[in-house]
């Protein structure tokens, strides 16, 4: 059943489902690997690959990542390509035409798959908002693949910003450099600041993958203490659910 949208501060927000497995065995490590002193008992880790669609009143939209992309991909050696933003995005009452704004919390490619196809940008009237301490420690391939070819259509930022519609991203670096939330109202679309479970209980386990384990373990400490002093709610990249309330 499709997730079930909410508004807030006057923003539709609308989860949309790109795709639901297991990592490929290229990354797929034993979970107390993946994260340290948080999970103590093996098991299959299906993530939830989710993108989401702001909407405010004028009907301006802001995608927040856009998913795993295609079979051919840079997510296909660990990804459960093809993802199914397109088919997310008709679901809701949008085509790609219509997105104004793209943000892109990082650039790891089942965030940013499905950003272009065939050298150009899914998106082609949008502007794509990423960090630049993000695109300054992108790898060559990467730039190659997704940035250069989204040509002046990449708005770069230097940490936190205002977008349009009471939308605001903030930068919230240790996953990647780069790395960047979205806030709307008393919501926070968090990326991969969160990625299991444990860490809501633990903001200090670390994550396999981050780039800096410390530093993503401060700032989401910081984040997350936030959200619980203000009683708001956190959206996840690979939760289940796509809105957590936080205890």
């Known amino acids: 059943m499709p997730h079930q949208p909410m508004t807030v501060a006057g923003v539709e927000v609308f989860p949309l489902c790109d795709a639901v497995g297991p990592m490929g065995e290229t990354i797929r490590r034993p ?3 993946m994260f340290p002193g948080g999970c103590h008992h093996d098991g299959e880790w299906i993530l939830h690959f989710h993108c989401y669609l702001l909407r405010d009143a004028a009907g301006r939209t802001v995608l927040v990542d856009t998913g795993i992309g295609p079979q051919d991909g840079p997510a296909a050696s660990w990804a ?3 993802g199914a933003l397109a088919a997310e995005l008709a679901r809701v009452g949008t085509t790609p035409e219509e997105v104004d704004t793209v943000v ?3 650039l ?3 965030h940013v798959g499905g950003a272009v196809a065939d050298g150009a ?4 009237n949008a502007g794509y908002v990423l960090q630049r ?3 300054a420690a992108a790898s060559e391939a990467v730039l190659d693949h997704v940035v250069r070819p989204l040509g002046d259509r990449v708005r770069v930022v230097d940490g936190d910003a205002d977008l349009s519609s009471g939308v605001r991203v903030l930068h919230a670096p240790g996953h ?3 790395h960047q939330i979205v806030r709307v109202g008393d919501l926070v679309l968090t990326g991969d600041l969160v990625l299991h479970p444990v860490q809501l209980a633990d903001p200090g386990v670390p994550y396999l993958y981050d780039d800096d384990p410390e530093l993503a373990a401060r700032t989401r400490a910081e984040v997350l203490d936030r959200v619980r002093a203000e009683g708001g709610l956190i959206s996840t990249a690979h939760f289940a659910e ?3 309330r936080l205890p």
Do not use: K, Q, Y
């Not at 940008?121 to 082609?124: E, G, L």
């Open 31 to 33: 979970l107390p690997e």
């Open 80 to 82: 459960p390509v093809p």
């Open 104 to 106: 892109i919390t990082h």
């Open 108 to 110: 790891h490619s089942d």
């Open 121 to 124: 940008p899914v998106f082609p």
């Open 133 to 135: 301490a993000e695109i």
């Open 176 to 178: 990647t450099p780069g």
């Open 242 to 244: 796509p809105f957590t």
